[in-house]
């Protein structure tokens, strides 16, 4: 459903349903404690394995599995971070093959960043330098293309604002989440076809090459844009 850009600070101020102290486990509280800050967070999601189950943990649930997948990072970076200042916000970029990516998003000084987790080399988070949430999704639009995705829109929204379903403390999987990401509005932002097709072929003869994918690999492939992945 399109939509204009979104009211970004009448999201980020939506009301919160932090649970108590008392409502985390030991483990729980421990990691709220040591990861403090998005890039803590991220560089703890990168060290776990990416879950391949079909799940949708909250972020009770991850903790307990010791891995995540692409939302389910999400949840758990959301639940850790509401404890130190920053609003449980979700930024969901749409895809033409329908697999959308999903970031927690944040804002620092002024500029956006994310956590994420993916299974791609190119789309985990990004540090908080783009001073638009264009300018930032665009960031991903080349290391998506592998001739299916092709990133074309993006929508933003507070979790608690967004859906009932505990994300924090289930131990059930949340399908909720997923649900209520694809259906709220999402921002037209196209790739053009030349640029689409240029990236193509790029990434076409990197996989014919059959060389490893790693940072330098990426930047021959990508340019000076790999600096801002993490």
């Known amino acids: 459903m399109p939509m204009r850009r979104p009211d970004l600070e009448r999201i980020l101020s939506a009301p919160v349903r932090t649970p108590s102290p008392a409502a ?6 421990r990691l709220i404690a040591r990861l403090r800050t998005p890039l803590q967070v991220q560089r703890y999601l990168r060290s776990l394995p990416y879950n391949w189950e079909h799940t949708l943990r909250s972020f009770r649930g991850s903790v307990a599995a010791g891995r995540a997948s692409c939302l389910e990072a999400v949840l758990f970076t959301a639940a850790i971070l509401e404890h130190h200042g920053y609003p449980p916000a ?25 956590v994420a ?13 783009f001073r638009s949430i264009p300018a930032l999704v665009r960031s991903y639009m080349d290391p998506y293309v592998d001739g299916s995705g092709r990133l074309n829109a993006y929508g933003v929204a507070h979790l608690d604002a967004l859906t009932p379903a505990d994300w924090r403390l ?15 509005p999402h921002v037209p932002l196209p790739m053009g076809e030349r640029r689409h097709q240029r990236v193509l072929r790029r990434f076409q003869a990197f996989k014919a090459s059959a060389l490893p994918v790693n940072r330098r690999t990426m930047r021959t492939l990508y340019g000076e844009q790999v600096r801002h992945w993490l």
Do not use: C, K
Not at 24 to 29: A, L, P, V
């Open 24 to 29: 985390y486990t030991r483990r729980e509280r």
């Open 90 to 114: 979700v930024l969901d970029i749409e895809s033409d093959d329908g697999l959308d990516h999903v970031l927690f998003l944040y804002r620092h000084d002024g500029h956006w960043g994310t």
């Open 117 to 129: 987790r993916s299974r791609d080399y190119g789309l985990h988070g990004r540090p908080p330098v």
């Open 170 to 184: 289930s131990r059930r999987s949340v399908w909720r989440v997923e649900r209520a990401l694809i259906d709220m």
